[in-house]
């Protein structure tokens, strides 16, 4: 069965320094998606991108986050300058249509963030 | 986007039925319901969805009720597997929207 890949599992980091997660969504699929999950709280949307573009995006992804799709496989989230509040399960997510349509979404296991 | 009402919990034994209600009265038209539920320490993953038919996969059946208020996603057999929060969560299909998870139903399976 296909699946969403991320790497590191988990990614430890100093207060201030950047990060990049990444994911490997399913190949022929056209919605990229990434959310996250403090500890004991509600799974939160952060953005979502199609056709090279972000298409909708929450009040928590600011100016020190950011997301590419360098290559045809990879897509990435950049956390420039983390906070301690950043540490969090990040999920990406991936469909063919745009969820919440006629489709389904395949999530990964997430990257767990910890700052330090 | 519509809003949801699931119950903070619900509890089953194992091999037995369990029907899980979401109330999402506000919902539109043109709105497919989904349900996805996440595992402990897992990410979310997709159990089925509809728009006013009733769906049955191979993981669940979804009842929507005739004026789409209200579904019930139903498991035939519970499992211990099936320990889990379910999330009930009716989209737009039309405009921009931005797909929400609410607090869920906290699935306990006794044994």
């Known amino acids: 069965e296909p699946e969403v890949t991320q790497t590191p599992s988990h990614q430890v980091t100093q207060m201030g320094q950047e990060v990049i997660l990444r994911c490997v969504p399913i190949?022929?699929?056209?919605?990229f998606y990434w959310y996250r999950q403090i500890l004991g709280q509600k799974v939160e949307f952060l953005v979502s991108?199609?056709?090279?573009?972000?298409?909708?995006k929450s009040e928590i992804f600011d100016d020190q986050f950011s997301v590419e799709r360098p290559d045809g496989s990879n897509f990435t989230l950049k956390i420039r300058s983390t906070k301690l509040e950043d540490s969090a399960m990040y999920f990406c997510?991936?469909?063919?249509?745009?969820?919440?349509?006629?489709?389904?979404?395949?999530f990964g296991q997430g990257t767990r963030l910890t700052v330090v | 986007d519509a809003k949801t009402t699931q119950p903070n919990s619900m509890e089953s034994n194992e091999e037995e039925p369990v029907h899980l209600p979401c109330n999402h009265s506000t919902i539109s038209g043109t709105d497919y319901i989904h349900w996805y539920r996440q595992l402990p320490s897992q990410g979310p993953e997709y159990v089925i969805h509809?728009?006013?038919s009733n769906v049955n996969n191979r993981m669940a059946s979804l009842a929507i009720a005739e004026d789409r208020k209200s579904s019930t996603l139903i498991l035939h057999r519970a499992t211990l597997r099936d320990a889990a929060v379910y999330y009930c969560?009716?989209?737009?299909?039309?405009?921009?929207?931005?797909?929400?998870f609410g607090r869920g139903t906290s699935l306990i399976v006794h044994p």
């Open positions: 991108f199609y056709n090279n573009e972000i298409s909708e």
């Open positions: 969560i009716p989209n737009s299909s039309g405009g921009s929207y931005i797909p929400t």
């Open positions: 997510a991936s469909s063919i249509q745009g969820m919440g349509l006629d489709t389904e979404a395949f």
């Open positions: 190949s022929n699929h056209l919605y």
């Open positions: 509809g728009l006013t």
